[in-house]
Structure formats: structure tokens, C-alpha cells
């Protein structure tokens, strides 16, 4: 593991939420990234969203993302996160991100 991806070193070993360029949801604890920001995650899971039902998890187990289809890397308040009833939560699933 190389110490390079502004901030990311911080989150090792703690629960991040990345949406992906192609409007994934994924959740999971970070382990390792590298120079290129690749980031591995382990006991991750894709939040799908849906205007007609709850969030749906799909469990993904480890789990790498490429560093160029990350758009955005977020701190998960696991506290707060536990609390949310997902199967309540409605939204739009997310788009693609335009470059």
C-alpha cells in the first residue's frame, strides 16, 4: 500500500461510502488503496435505490474499485448509518457522472 490519495490513509480500517462514475452506491471498509487511488474494500455492499421500494443491499463481500470510476469518497457515520431504516428510504437511483 503506497501513501498517496490525498486524505484516504485516515480511512483505513473504517467504513466508506464511494460512488462510482457509473452512479454505484458502494459501502465498505476501507483496506488499502494505491497510487493510482484503486481502493480495496472488504465487507462491502451496493446500495440500490428505488422511487417505488427500499434501498435494496447487495452484498459484495471484498471488493476493489478502480481509482479512474471514483467520483466521490465519503466518512460513514456508522452510528447514524445503523440507524436509518432503508427499507423507508426512497430516492432516484443515481445517474452516470458526465467529465
Do not use: C, W
Amino acid at each position: 500500500m503506497m501513501s498517496s490519495g490525498p486524505g484516504l490513509q485516515s480511512l483505513v480500517d473504517q467504513t466508506i461510502s464511494v460512488i462510482t462514475n457509473d452512479g454505484r452506491h458502494i459501502v465498505g471498509i476501507l483496506k488499502g488503496f494505491d497510487q493510482a487511488t484503486n481502493i480495496i474494500l472488504d465487507e462491502s455492499h451496493e446500495r440500490v435505490y428505488s422511487t417505488k421500494e427500499g434501498v435494496q443491499q447487495l452484498v459484495l463481500g471484498l471488493y476493489i474499485i478502480r481509482g479512474d470510476n471514483i467520483s466521490v469518497v465519503g466518512e460513514v457515520d456508522e452510528e447514524l448509518d445503523a440507524n436509518l431504516d432503508l427499507s423507508k428510504l426512497r430516492a432516484h437511483p443515481l445517474k452516470p457522472m458526465l467529465h
